[in-house]
C-alpha cells in the first residue's frame, strides 16, 4: 500500500491506497461503488473493520478512516471530545465531497455517526453498532473503571501480547468484556487491536470524556429522514443492553436491531449478519427484525461485574506469569 498527501481538492487517485489528508487524517479505499464511511471505537483503527471489510467492499466503496489520536493519524492539537471529533470528521468529509455519505460507527464511532446524524447535513444512511454515553448511574464507573484497566493491563502486556493473542486461553482473558466469544476470535484482529489500544495517545483523555465530559444530545422524531438504525449486542458488557432503549428515545427515529450470541463489536462476532444489515440498510432494503426479536435482554448486573472479576484475576494470573 502506498502513503501520500493529498489536498482537499485533489480527486483521491487509487481505490487500494492509503492516504493522509491536509489535515493528517489517515485512511484506506477500498472497492467501488457507493461510497461508504466506517468509523472505528475507541482505542481502535481502520483494522477494527477488517472482519468484514472485503465483504462490504465486494458491494460499496469503503472509506475507513483513523481517527484524530488514534492509528496513524496524529491527535488534534485542542481537547479531545465527541463534539471535536465530530468537526475533524465533518472537515474530512467536506474536504474529499463526501458529504452525505452513509455511515457505520462502532461503539465510540457509533456515537460520533449519531452525533453527526443529529447535526444534519453531514451524513446519508446511519448504522450506529453498540453505541456508547447512554450510561446512568453505576454504569459510569462501570465503563469508565473496567475499560482503563483494560488498557492498563494491555500496555502492561505488550512484549507477550503475540503470544496472548495466538492463545484461545489468552484471547479470552483478555476479550472477556468484549466479545461474547472471545476464544474464537482472529489471532491477527487482537493482536492488532492490542497494539493499536496501547499506542493510541488519545485514549486516556478520550475515555475520560466520554464518561464524564458531555452528554450526548438527541434528536426530535422527524428530523433525521434517512434511514437510521442503532444495533446492539445481546451480550454486551460494555454499554449494556438496558441502555438501548435510552438511545432509542434520545433518536426516536432510530430502528433498534439485536445482535444474538454477540457482545460489544458485532462486526467481530456476528460478521456475516453485520455485513448484511449495513448492507440491507445503507440500500434502502432493512425491513426490520421479526415479531419478538426487539425483547430488551438485559444481563444482570451479577454477570457484569462477574466478566470484570473474571477479567481482573485473569489480568493478574497474566501478569504473575509475566514476572516468572
Known amino acids: 500500500m502506498t502513503l501520500g498527501l493529498v489536498k482537499p481538492s485533489s ?72 463534539g471535536t471529533l465530530a468537526d475533524a470528521l465533518t472537515e474530512f468529509l467536506r474536504a474529499h465531497n463526501f458529504l452525505g455519505i452513509d455511515a457505520v460507527g462502532s461503539s465510540m464511532g457509533a456515537r460520533l455517526v449519531l452525533e453527526m446524524a443529529r447535526r444534519g447535513g453531514v451524513l446519508g444512511a446511519v448504522v450506529s453498532l453498540d453505541p456508547g454515553g447512554f450510561w446512568r448511574g453505576w454504569e459510569i464507573p462501570f465503563f469508565y473503571y473496567t475499560v482503563a484497566g483494560s488498557i492498563r493491563l494491555v500496555r502492561a502486556l505488550q512484549p507477550v501480547m503475540p503470544a496472548l493473542t495466538g492463545s484461545a486461553v489468552g484471547r479470552t482473558a483478555l476479550f472477556a468484556q468484549f466479545s461474547a466469544r472471545p476464544w474464537r476470535l482472529s489471532p491477527k484482529i487482537t493482536l492488532d487491536e492490542m497494539r493499536t489500544f496501547a499506542a493510541s495517545p488519545s485514549f486516556d483523555e478520550l475515555l475520560d470524556n466520554l464518561a464524564h465530559g458531555e452528554k450526548q444530545q438527541g434528536a426530535p422524531k422527524g428530523s433525521i429522514a434517512a434511514p437510521l438504525v442503532i444495533g446492539w449486542g445481546r451480550q ?89
Open 11 to 82: 480527486p483521491l487517485s487509487s481505490p487500494t491506497s492509503d492516504f493522509l489528508t491536509s489535515m493528517n487524517m489517515h485512511y484506506i479505499r477500498r472497492g467501488t461503488g457507493k461510497p461508504l464511511l466506517l468509523v472505528h471505537g475507541i482505542g481502535g483503527s481502520w483494522r477494527s473493520w477488517n472482519p468484514i471489510l472485503e465483504a462490504l467492499a465486494a458491494e460499496r466503496e469503503v472509506i475507513a478512516v483513523d481517527l484524530p489520536g488514534f492509528g496513524d493519524t496524529p491527535p488534534l492539537p485542542g481537547p479531545v471530545t465527541i
Open 236 to 324: 454486551d458488557l460494555v454499554c449494556l443492553p438496558g441502555q438501548a432503549a435510552r438511545a432509542q428515545a434520545l433518536f426516536p427515529d432510530a430502528r433498534l436491531h439485536w445482535f444474538d450470541t454477540c457482545g460489544h463489536f458485532p462486526q467481530w462476532d456476528q460478521p456475516q449478519e453485520t455485513t448484511r444489515l449495513i448492507l440491507q440498510v445503507t440500500g434502502g432494503q432493512y425491513r426490520g427484525q421479526e415479531a419478538g426479536a426487539e425483547a430488551v435482554s438485559r444481563p444482570p448486573r451479577t454477570l457484569a461485574v462477574a466478566a470484570v472479576a473474571g477479567l481482573a484475576v485473569a489480568g493478574l494470573w497474566l501478569l504473575v506469569r509475566r514476572a516468572r
